[in-house]
């Protein structure tokens, strides 16, 4: 019997079929020990996501339920579709937050209009991010760099405790109302705070802050939700709810994800189109980036472009299933394989047993303080903010300093998908900058070395007066031929210039066309343009687009030692006689050793 990676199709070609189906890759994994390890993986991260799921639906201005839909189909489908065998799909805290921002604009929170809009967006980030996985874009969340990330997170986590400042002391503050905003009118509330509302919310933040730092075997979410909601319900059947103004979350509804229709139309798609792709981009980087750690650690080979697929596929099914906007979980990831697990299949069992919680424990979360709520999400925030990679950042480099700040600044200021934007415009940018400026150094001999070994030349040290040796180490495309132009002028002074062109990794038209004009220019002079050890690729390039014709093909050279001895005899005589520097072995009248000697070998590797 043919497997059905291996079985002929009707017209006698093989199907690749773990293509279609990459489920199929890592079957032989599935063991009667693997699973058992799966399934007790899959139940402790149905527990972690059973509160979590609920307070990232709250940041994202959705009903409570619907952040647990969302992380049931999208997790079985990233499980099943995707590369990564221990990647836990489903509600993160950056996605939620930046669907809040970008949904806010456009419709109340919790309404029908921003339910529907919600899975509009998650129906076109599934859409964008498979298109991108088909067409193997996988590089491209590379321009999203881990200062972007930095700055965006510590933005969203202060703009995640700025929403929850209401529940949390018990003020009245407009939905919408910003950063800088809440915290004026908590300064001009001061006196308003409800003192049995912060007393459940800072009981619940303390429970967890302890859990999570001297218990952290037990899931300090459910503990800290445990802790407020008992101290909610004593001071209610004290008091009375009339009085200390404790509200609950409302009983969810206990029932497997209803199918839902995106209402996706042109008018949605122009309407969200930045956000979209602000969404999908910020989603493909958390799940990528997540993939590759737990892929360093147990020594897998990720495909990139197929998570790609996979997280799409994910969307696009889970907005069909009342999820919003789902990507790869850290926390859910890191307890999924430290829980043991071995396979994508415990992703699956996690997704299959939250749908059986929540058919047992939906209706207790009537007794779920919203202040309870206010105080894991302080909690959440806080751990967003990564101080220690900002302090590497802020200490290491100016330019990525720069770039994790105005994108914090942007996080609070703007919207926090114009955020990520001009994140991602600084970081491609300041790429740009740096590969606009390929290093140009000046090479000579070293009079102090025995052999003569070639190193950069510095102001003190004298040239050869007909030929100057520049190294050039970058790609040279039409962003760097205005600096390469500077460059080369610098050396009009010598007739012949040679390029040592092993660190010349590109050449498109633009530079060609300086070059061939360069050598042009300095024959008409009486000199000449030469290359050393350029490589075979670029060699091609100039030869393809007949720009070698123009250089001449015999200016190019495959080591030091041949250019200079074989420019040497084309250099003025007269002007050489006369020349006191003897820069190099041949201004003696020593003939260059054979390619044997260790002269030879030291100059072919300076």
Known sequence: MPTPATAPARYGTAIDWPRYLPFLRWRHRVTRANLKDDLIAGLTGALVVLPQGVAFATIAGMPPEYGLYAGMVPAIVAALFGSSWHLVSGPTTAASVVLYSVLSVHAAPGSPEYIG???????????????????????????????????????????????????????????GTGFLGSLQMLWQQAAAINPNVLAVSATTLLVGIVVRRWLPRLPYMIAALAAGSVLAAILNARLGQDVTGITTVGALPASLPPVSLPPVSLDTARELGGGVLAVALLALTEAVSIARSMAIKTGQSLDGNQEFIGQGLSNLAG???????????????????????????????????????????????????????????????????????????????????????????????????????????????????????????????????????????????????QLRIVRVDGSLYFGATGHLEEQLAASSAQAHLAIVGDGINFIDIDAAELLANEAERRRAAGGKLHFIRLKREAREFLRRGHYLDRIGADSLFDSKSEAIAAIHASLDAERCAHCELRIFNECHGVAHPPATAPLRIALAGA
């Open 117 to 175: 809009l919600a899975l509009a967006l998650t129906f076109l980030v599934g859409l964008v991010q498979l298109g991108m996985g088909m067409m193997r874009l996988g590089s491209l969340v590379n321009f999203i760099s881990h200062s972007v990330v930095l700055g965006f997170t510590a933005g969203a986590a202060l703009l995640i405790g700025a929403n929850q400042i209401k529940n949390f002391f018990g003020i009245p503050i407009p939905g």
């Open 319 to 465: 907005s069909f299933f009342s999820g919003y906007v789902a990507t790869g979980s850290f926390n859910r990831s890191g307890v999924n394989l430290d829980a043991g697990a071995q396979t994508p299949l415990a992703a699956v069992f996690s997704a299959l047993l939250l749908m059986a919680l929540v058919l047992l424990v939906a209706p207790m979360a009537a007794y779920l303080p919203n202040a309870a709520m206010a105080g894991v999400l302080f909690l959440v925030a806080w751990s967003l903010i990564d101080f220690k990679h900002i302090g590497h950042v802020l200490h290491a480099s100016r330019s990525q300093s720069a770039i994790l700040v105005a994108t914090f600044a942007a996080a609070l200021l703007l919207n926090l998908e114009e955020s990520i934007m001009l994140g991602m415009l600084l970081s491609l940018g300041l790429y740009l900058r740096r590969t606009s400026r390929p290093a140009v150094l000046p090479r000579v001999p070293d009079p102090s070395s025995p052999r003569r070994k070639f190193v950069t030349a510095h102001a003190d040290q004298p040239e050869c007066p």
